[in-house]
T-cell receptor
Framework: NAGVTQTPKFRILKIGQSMTLQCTQD?????MYWYRQDPGMGLKLIYY???????DKGEVPNGYNVSRSTTEDFPLRLELAAPSQTSVYFC??????????????FGDGTRLSIL | AQTVTQSQPEMSVQEAETVTLSCTYD???????LFWYKQPPSRQMILVIR??????QNATENRFSVNFQKAAKSFSLKISDSQLGDAAMYFC????????????????FGQGTILTVHP
């Protein structure tokens, strides 16, 4: 059981380039999240999704886009990379709000540097 | 909006000793969940322990226990018999128990505490 899988693990981008961070989960979770973690800081929510076809903004959505065409996949798109987007990105999934206190399951993160 | 504050950027402990990491939070909600996550150098986010706000009893998981003070909005983590493998960044996190609204199960994290364990 793979859990939450993120690719790539590391990436260096030039300013203005675009890329997609991939996230897939095999637990049939409805809820998925993208967080970013800046150096020495906690994680902040970028976007979230409560099911296929439904996404919404979190705390820091500017410069990012997401889509959710299937339950399993929740890619994060950077259109015009900026140095401020240098960070570690985490994807997470959760079974749902109605199931007690289900924790979020995290991927191993993608370290992204914009130069 | 909820906020989570960890006022100790760094803590250290001797192997086999006990250490307590502090966390305070601010919320107007009465029902919520609190978590401690461990992040070793590998970057994995590992759930250590969780607490439901409606439960007065403090959660315990082996060597890890919490001191949950709801009125004071305090949620500290105690690590007993510290081991070298406990060295990591520790995050306190808050999750609303409300279904829907603006929370949708998101986690609000503190800034983290780096724990060093000395042999």
């Amino acid at each position: 059981n793979a859990g939450v899988t993120q690719t790539p693990k590391f990436r260096i981008l030039k300013i203005g380039q675009s890329m997609t961070l991939q996230c897939t989960q095999d637990m049939n979770h409805n809820y998925m999240y993208w967080y970013r973690q800046d150096p020495g800081m906690g994680l902040k929510l970028i976007y979230y999704s409560v099911g296929a076809g439904i996404t919404d903004k979190g705390e820091v959505p500017n410069g990012y886009n997401v889509s959710r065409s299937t339950t399993e996949d929740f890619p994060l798109r950077l259109e015009l990379a900026a140095p401020s987007q240098t960070s570690v990105y985490f994807c997470a999934s959760s079974e749902g709000l109605l199931v007690s206190y289900q924790p979020q399951h995290f991927g191993d993160g993608t370290r992204l540097s914009i130069l | 909006a909820q906020t989570v504050t960890q006022s100790q950027p760094e803590m250290s402990v001797q192997e086999a000793e006990t250490v307590t990491l502090s966390c305070t939070y601010d919320t107007s909600e009465s029902d919520y969940y609190l978590f401690w996550y461990k992040q070793p150098p590998s970057r994995q986010m590992i759930l250590v322990i969780r607490q439901e706000a409606y439960k007065q009893q403090n959660a315990t998981e082996n060597r890890f226990s919490v001191n949950f003070q709801k009125a004071a909005k305090s949620f500290s983590l105690k690590i007993s018999d510290s081991q070298l493998g406990d060295a990591a960044m520790y995050f306190c996190a808050y999750r609303s128990a409300l279904a829907g609204g603006t929370s949708y199960g998101k986690l609000t994290f503190g800034q983290g505490t780096i724990l060093t364990v000395h042999p």
